[in-house]
């Protein structure tokens, strides 16, 4: 074979990356069970998270990607999370990027969207506390006071979730805690109106864009 043609074998990183780049969740598992199984480095396989996640969102944006893709993208970058998690929990060493806590406001149980976010944001390197759907505001102030997160994300689906988010951000006003957090907003029925009225610091309608957001607020943080 002629050298210049020869195949060059790609790294786990990029086979792993391409496989879920590609949704091929049967492969990602695969690559990511073995590797671990091999005394991998947790933490180059979360560098690959993390750039999986990079491209998927921005596959989104250019409208290559579709929910669909993002619910499955999302459902895969959760298990290969999930192998990691107690791996990293072990490592001292590891700092993670921010601390995120993130739920479905009262009145709403889809939890889509939310699952994508969570997902995407621990392969980009945040501590993400997931208090689940249907929560009231009480729960998040009380996770505040708890985690001090950077970030609080305020997903719904519903037309009446965008009440349920302001009522969330004036109770997180009311105990005084607004200024110790950056808001977010995220779902189906919000947009720039919405998030004046809601009181947050920013929205999305995409996973991605809103990992972005939040990265930026960390780096900005720490300057």
Same mark, same amino acid.
């Given at each position: 074979?002629?050298?210049? #043609?020869?195949?060059?074998?790609?790294?786990?990183?990029?086979?792993?990356?391409?496989?879920?780049?590609? %949704?091929?969740?049967?492969?990602? !598992?695969?690559?990511?069970? +073995?590797?671990?199984?091999? @005394?991998?480095?947790?933490?180059?396989?979360?560098?690959?998270?993390?750039?999986?996640?990079?491209?998927?969102?921005?596959?989104?944006? =250019?409208?290559?990607?579709?929910?669909?893709?993002?619910?499955?993208?999302?459902?895969? %970058? +959760?298990?290969?999370?999930?192998?990691?998690?107690? %791996?990293?929990?072990?490592?001292?060493? /590891?700092?993670?990027?921010?601390?995120?806590?993130?739920? #479905?406001?009262?009145?709403?149980? /889809?939890?889509?969207?939310?699952?994508?976010?969570? @997902?995407?944001?621990?392969?980009?390197?945040?501590?993400?506390?997931?208090?689940?759907?249907?929560?009231?505001?009480?729960?998040? &102030?009380?996770?505040?006071? #708890?985690?001090?997160?950077?970030?609080?994300?305020? @997903?719904?689906?519903? #037309? !009446? @979730?965008?009440?349920?988010?302001?009522?969330?951000?004036?109770?997180?006003?009311?105990?005084? %805690?607004?200024?110790? &957090? +950056?808001?977010?907003?995220?779902?189906?029925?919000?947009?720039?109106?919405?998030?004046?009225?809601?009181?947050?610091?920013? *929205?999305?309608?995409?996973?991605?864009?809103?990992? =972005?957001?939040? !990265?930026? *607020?960390?780096?900005? +943080?720490?300057?």
């Amino acid at each position: 074979m002629d050298s210049r #043609t020869r195949l060059i074998p790609l790294s786990m990183e990029n086979n792993l990356l391409k496989a879920i780049v590609e %949704l091929d969740e049967e492969r990602a !598992l695969e690559i990511a069970r +073995k590797e671990l199984e091999n @005394s991998k480095s947790p933490f180059k396989m979360l560098e690959v998270l993390r750039k999986a996640a990079d491209i998927i969102g921005e596959k989104y944006s =250019k409208g290559e990607f579709f929910v669909a893709d993002l619910v499955m993208a999302g459902e895969i %970058l +959760k298990e290969i999370s999930e192998m990691i998690r107690p %791996l990293l929990q072990s490592e001292p060493r /590891h700092e993670y990027v921010g601390r995120l806590i993130i739920g #479905t406001v009262q009145g709403d149980i /889809h939890d889509i969207g939310k699952n994508i976010v969570v @997902s995407m944001a621990e392969a980009a390197g945040f501590e993400v506390i997931d208090l689940g759907v249907d929560v009231p505001p009480e729960k998040f &102030v009380e996770a505040i006071k #708890t985690y001090k997160p950077d970030i609080v994300g305020l @997903s719904g689906l519903l #037309t !009446l @979730s965008i009440e349920s988010m302001k009522r969330t951000v004036d109770v997180i006003k009311n105990t005084g %805690l607004r200024d110790q &957090v +950056k808001i977010i907003i995220g779902g189906g029925r919000v947009d720039e109106s919405a998030c004046k009225y809601v009181g947050a610091d920013a *929205w999305t309608t995409d996973a991605g864009r809103g990992i =972005k957001i939040m !990265l930026e *607020w960390v780096k900005e +943080k720490k300057r």
